[in-house]
């Protein structure tokens, strides 16, 4: 008989980002959760079971912040294809990770999006949101990486490299 494996978190996140130029920000908060460091990342979370990925991304955005997502940066490409019992959601996201070693096994779906509405104080384990320049980003992941949550750190190296690449 097969050991059980442990569970696979699957997640939507967000890049909130505002502005044009060297002046545009990211939106970063502070995770709030009993028991956990307080640590700065990007907002987003786990994917409910047959929940879809944007549906996910949109409520968990909503849940964190407070706003709605209003754009998509990137092209999504979406496409569904269902059946008599079946649905399933294509679409391309603007990066993919997955852990390889960490507190959690689990593989995520990052979007670029721009959001709309009110900052809310505290949300569903989040509080403290902040805007920040690319170039604060920059330099506070480089002089601070401690102050980053395990994954917000890993990938934000990724990230910055593709928005010099557009640049």
Do not use: K
Not at 43 to 52: A, H, K, L
Not at 141 to 163: D, K
């Amino acid at each position: 008989m097969l050991g059980r494996r442990p569970a696979l978190y699957v997640n939507a996140r967000a890049i909130i980002e505002r502005g044009q130029g060297p002046e545009r920000e990211v939106l970063l908060q502070l995770r709030a959760r009993r028991g956990e460091p307080r640590t700065l990342e990007l907002p987003g979370g786990q994917v409910d079971p047959f929940e879809g990925i944007v549906q996910a991304l949109c409520r968990e955005v909503q849940e964190e912040t407070g706003l709605t997502v209003s754009t998509f940066l990137d092209e999504l490409n979406e496409v569904r294809g269902e059946g008599a019992d079946t649905a399933v959601e294509c679409l391309t996201p603007s990066f993919v990770y997955q852990t390889l070693r960490g507190p959690v096994d689990s593989v995520g779906f990052f979007f670029r999006v721009e959001a709309q509405g009110e900052l809310t104080r505290r949300g569903d384990d989040a509080e403290g949101h902040e805007w920040i320049t690319l170039p604060e980003l920059r330099q506070r992941s480089r002089q601070h990486p401690e102050t980053f949550n395990w994954l917000t750190r890993g990938v934000l190296p990724f990230y910055l490299r593709a928005v010099d690449a557009r640049a």
